[in-house]
Each structure stands twice: as C-alpha cells, then as structure tokens.
C-alpha cells in the first residue's frame, strides 16, 4: 500500500545519507549500544532517541555512500529543495482534505517517492559502488503514473486560455506554491547532470521531478474546479 516497503527503505537510505529529514525512521535507525540502558535501568531502546547528532556541526554532512561533503554542496542543495518541496506538498494535502478531494492519496504517495527521490540524488558517482547505485535507483514506472494522472485530469478542464496566477481557493493556491518549490528544485537538480565527477550525483530521478511540476499545475486547476472557485488570470495593468 502506497508502496510502504520502498517507502522505508528509502527513507532509511536518506537518514543514512544526512539527508536531515528528522523523520522517526532514520532516528530509530541508530543502532544502540550493548549494554547501554537508561539512568532507571530501563532498555535504552524504550526510550525516544535523540533527534540531534552533532555530527554536522563543523558544516559537513554525509550522503549515502558515505562521502563527506559541505552542506553547501549541490547535493545537498538539492536535497534540501526536494524536501522542502515535499513539505509544501504536505500543506496542500491538508487544505485538500479538509475539502474532500480524492486526489489527497495521490499526494501522499508524490510524498512517498519523494523519499526515493532524495535516496537517488544522494548517491554521488564519485564515490558509490554498484550496490549503491542499485538500491536508489530510480524507474520509469513512477513517472508514467505522473502522466496518466495529468492525463486524466486534464482531459476534464476547461481550455487554459490566459496565463492563470497562483488562486482557486487555499487548496490550489497551495499546489500552485508546490509547483513553483517543484520548478526550484528541477533546477538544483538539473545542477547534478554534470560532467564534473566531483559533482555529478548518479541521479535518474529527473524525469521524476520534472512531470511532477505539471501534475502540481494541473492538480491546481482541477482542485478550483471542484471547489467552484475563480482562478485569477493576469491582466496587464494599466499604465
């Protein structure tokens, strides 16, 4: 369901890449040591772990191979893109569903690739072995479902006949501010595609986050549609 199992593993991948997401899977993650309890000689591992590590503070971070890098790489640029991006997917999603839309588990699932998304950018090629590259790859499969559900939205909009400002009511105004993260983090992503072997990441997600920027803008026309909200279009103002 909803692809759990990918999910999962994707997120451990990205919590094992200092992807700072400070989900719960990557901080129970942490193998405990033997031995160690809690101060009222309790399992250490009935409590909570901590959500800090210390280990960026001198300004670097890791990615899943294990490559030490500055956290003004482009790698993590981008990751950082991607998971903002899924945090302002997660905003839209709770407007939609306080409105009923159907399309809400569609957008739990983007967040869920999103995971993978960020497992597959944080496998630079400089240092990733074939094992890596093989457990974050990335395939076609997610991105033809992206355009079946374009499709099939589209087919019932009216015609796009004037360029449409971000409007429609909270839902699509929210996927409209998630298509615009989207286009902020195609474009760090796009950075990845290099020659340069110290920056390119062995990242096949593109297409991903591509199609994903026109499904946000469908989506957002689709949700002010059901609603009987007005979308706003631009009028060049008079001078």
Known sequence: ????????????????????????????GRRQRSGEGSPDGGSRSDR???IYTRTGDAGFS?????????????????LGATDELSSAIGLAGEFSSEKGHTFVEQLHKVQCMLQ?????IATPLSSAREAHLKRTSFS????????????????????????????GGKSSAALHFSRAVCRRAERCCALLD?????????FTAFPFVSRLSDYLFVLARYA??????????????ES
């Open 194 to 202: 290099t020659n340069a072997p110290d920056v390119r990441s062995g």
């Open 62 to 78: 890791s990615t899943f191979t294990g490559e030490r890098r500055l956290k003004g790489d482009r790698i993590f640029e981008a």
């Open 224 to 237: 002010a549609m059901k609603e009987g909200k007005e979308e706003k279009i631009y009028v060049k103002p």
């Open 140 to 167: 076609e499969k997610p991105v033809l479902e992206l355009e079946q559900w374009i499709d099939s939205y589209s087919e019932q909009l009216p015609p796009l006949r004037a360029f449409i400002l971000p409007s």
């Open 48 to 50: 909570a772990p901590k």
């Open 116 to 120: 993978d998304v960020g497992s597959n």
């Open 1 to 28: 369901m909803l692809r759990r199992a990918a999910a999962a593993a994707a997120a451990a991948a990205a919590a094992a890449a200092g992807r700072g997401l400070r989900g719960p899977l990557g901080a129970a």
